[in-house]
């Protein structure tokens, strides 16, 4: 047991003023297929980075390459593909297939083997939803615990684990699709009742913070079911050294991440409809100016994603054009909140602010001050074209690994946001029914009468 890898947390992977690259390296890897620069790992060729993933007797490779490798390498080849790959090595190097195997030689590589089993199916564990992933796992897994019990117990906790969160994921993944037929279920019935009835968001819950909270605890549930490969799964193309394999282009699975976007855009489409729903124009500017309130104390909490869901909400045309609704609203404080989500200078004030936030996110006592939830939408924005400005193959015909530490670097700090506990949830948010935008406008028009001809023909053509 103590000869065990040590795994740090994910805080202490990347260094947050630049971050580690110093990987500890064996005598072997000063070898054709690595390349380094002042101690740092710049690039390889595939194979050579494969090996250097797999441990042996002296050797365990350094976390942050771990958490790197496996995250982009899925740019180039499937994971069960590199899965086969680590079990063969393992086997081959460690003689594992031979009949009547040395026992001491097992126990020095053993906990190496198992420590990086662990490591990928605890960060990754929806590579292991593929049938081919868990054959392998279990295979090299039996080999190494055969005959040793202390193994044989560490590899039934290995398993149990990954088989627990991948039913937590299809629980969760059956419980959106029910959320969503809920609330198209009773959009219909939005339609047929009348105004008196329908519940609003200020009666349902009419304190601002009480509602920032809310929204914050769906924003956690929903961040923890993104596994950090849907980020690089979601830009997977060509490898250009194997015109045959689109890299399972095809299958991409980034399910969470998805639904973390639809999430952001139904809130958008909440706000907008509780303002566009009362009759009266003072309940309709009530309502504005609670979402105001609602929108600075996630401002506060660091919930920057259901910011602006809210401010992308307010500034619907439907909701914009209510001239008359809006000359009743204190607008200053709104004013303060669009100017610290102004997308100009690529978001300068945001980003800002998003430091701020994961600065106090390091040094926070309470789970409360530990909170922040990005700008999804501009995350992957980021990503997408860190991604798009480098090359993944230098002209050489090596893996770029430079791009995967600035990629690794980026999902890193995205995982450790995610890991912050969350209370229960308000059915409410997720399950009332939301309008379309053509029953937006109708909604609008209706509230403050069309004002030009754009306006009237578009009010003719909805009734």
């Known amino acids: 047991q103590e000869r065990m890898p040590q795994t740090p947390p994910f805080a202490a992977m990347f260094d947050s003023s630049s971050y580690t690259r110093n990987l500890y390296q064996s005598k072997e890897d000063n070898r054709g297929g690595l390349y380094y620069h002042d101690n740092n790992l710049l690039s390889g060729s595939l194979e050579a980075l494969i090996q ?40 081959q190097q460690q003689r594992l297939s031979e009949p009547g195997l040395d026992k001491n030689r097992i126990r020095k590589i053993a906990p190496k083997i198992l420590q990086l089993l662990t ?6 564990p929806y590579d292991f939803r593929d049938e081919r992933m868990m054959r392998n796992l279990k295979e090299l897994a039996q080999r ?42 009773r959009l219909t019935v939005l339609k047929t009742k009348p105004q008196s009835i329908q519940r609003d968001i200020i009666t349902v819950c009419n304190d601002p913070y009480a509602l920032a909270q809310q929204l914050t605890h769906i924003e956690l549930e929903r961040l923890n079911y993104i596994g950090p490969e849907e980020f690089v799964q979601a830009f997977v193309q060509k490898d250009p050294l194997d015109n045959d394999k ?68 307010m500034n619907m045309s439907p909701v914009s054009r209510l001239k008359k609704t809006w000359a009743k609203v204190k607008t200053a404080k709104f004013d303060i909140l669009e100017h610290q989500m ?7 004030n945001y980003r800002t602010a998003l430091r701020g936030a994961a600065q106090r996110s390091l040094t926070a006592h309470s789970n409360r001050e530990k909170i922040v939830i990005p700008f999804f939408s501009l995350l ?14 230098l002209p050489n015909g090596h893996v770029n690994f430079e791009k995967f530490w600035e990629l690794a670097k980026q999902v890193s700090e995205f995982m450790m946001w995610k890991q912050v506990e969350c209370p229960k949830i308000l059915q409410y948010l997720l399950t009332v029914p939301v309008f379309s935008d053509d029953a937006l406008y109708l909604a609008s028009y209706e509230s403050e009468s069309p004002e030009n001809h754009i306006e009237k023909d578009r009010w003719k053509t909805l009734r």
């Open 342 to 348: 102004d997308p100009s200078s690529n978001f300068y």
């Open 119 to 124: 490591e990928w199916t605890e960060t990754f």
């Open 52 to 91: 250097h993933l797999v441990p042996n007797v002296d050797y365990y490779p350094d976390r942050t390459y771990i958490f790197t490798f496996l995250l982009s390498s899925r740019l180039f080849m499937h994971p069960y593909e590199l899965m086969a790959k680590v079990c063969h090595l393992c086997i």
């Open 246 to 313: 689109s890299c399972y282009g095809d299958r991409k699975k980034t399910r969470n991440l998805e639904a973390y976007v639809e999430w952001f855009n139904r809130l958008s489409y909440l706000v907008a409809t509780e303002i566009c729903m009362p009759v009266k124009k003072k309940h309709r500017a009530r309502v504005i100016e609670y979402f105001i309130d609602v929108a600075r104390e996630c401002f506060n909490i660091g919930n920057f994603n259901s910011l602006m869901a809210i401010i992308s909400g």
């Open 144 to 185: 190494i615990a055969s005959g040793d019990e202390m193994y044989w117990k560490n590899v039934q906790q290995l398993l149990q684990n990954l088989i627990q969160k991948l039913a937590a994921v299809s629980q969760y993944e059956e419980v959106l699709a029910k959320i969503n037929a809920t609330s198209t279920d």
């Open 380 to 393: 992957i924005k980021d990503i997408y074209f860190l991604n798009e400005g480098c090359a993944n193959r």
